[in-house]
C-alpha cells in the first residue's frame, strides 16, 4: 500500500513536501516514484528515486526546484518517499501521485506496477 499526503494550497514561489508512505509487501519496493495528473492533461512523469536512495531522476520541467529522497526503514518494513518542492509555479498545480516499482528507474506511467490516491497541489499567483 502506498499512501500519499502533504499536498495543499500554497503561493507563487512557496514550498511544499510531500509524503508517500510505503507498507506492505516492501522488501521488493526497489524504485519509487512521482507523478502528476493536471486537469485535462495526462498523467506525466516527476521523479523517481532508487531504493538506496543514490539514484534520483528528474523531469525537465521541475529539475532544480524540486527533491525526491527516501527514508528506508532498517527492517524495510516501512518506507516513505518524499518530494519537497521550491519555488512553486501556477503550471505545478496537479493531483499528485506516488508509484513503486521493483525494477527501474521508470518514467512511464505503465511501468509502475504499485499506485497511491492522489493528494492535490494548488499554486496560486
Known amino acids: 500500500q502506498l499512501q500519499a499526503s502533504g499536498g495543499g494550497l500554497v503561493q507563487v514561489g512557496g514550498s511544499l513536501r510531500l509524503s508517500c508512505a510505503a507498507s506492505g509487501r516492501t522488501s521488493s519496493i526497489y524504485y519509487m516514484g512521482w507523478f502528476r495528473q493536471a486537469p485535462v492533461k495526462e498523467r506525466e512523469f516527476v521523479a523517481t528515486?532508487?531504493?538506496?536512495?543514490?539514484?534520483?531522476?528528474?523531469?525537465?520541467s521541475v529539475k532544480g526546484r524540486f527533491t525526491i529522497s527516501r527514508d528506508n526503514a532498517r527492517d524495510n518494513a516501512k518506507n516513505t518517499v518524499y518530494l519537497q518542492m521550491n519555488s512553486l509555479k501556477p503550471e505545478d498545480t496537479a493531483v499528485y501521485f506516488c508509484?513503486?516499482?521493483?525494477?527501474?528507474?521508470?518514467?512511464?506511467?505503465?511501468?509502475?506496477?504499485?499506485w497511491g490516491q492522489g493528494t492535490q497541489v494548488t499554486v496560486s499567483s
Open positions: 528515486i532508487s531504493r538506496g536512495g543514490g539514484i534520483t531522476k528528474y523531469a525537465d
Open positions: 508509484a513503486a516499482e521493483p525494477t527501474g528507474p521508470k518514467y512511464k506511467e505503465y511501468e509502475y506496477s504499485y
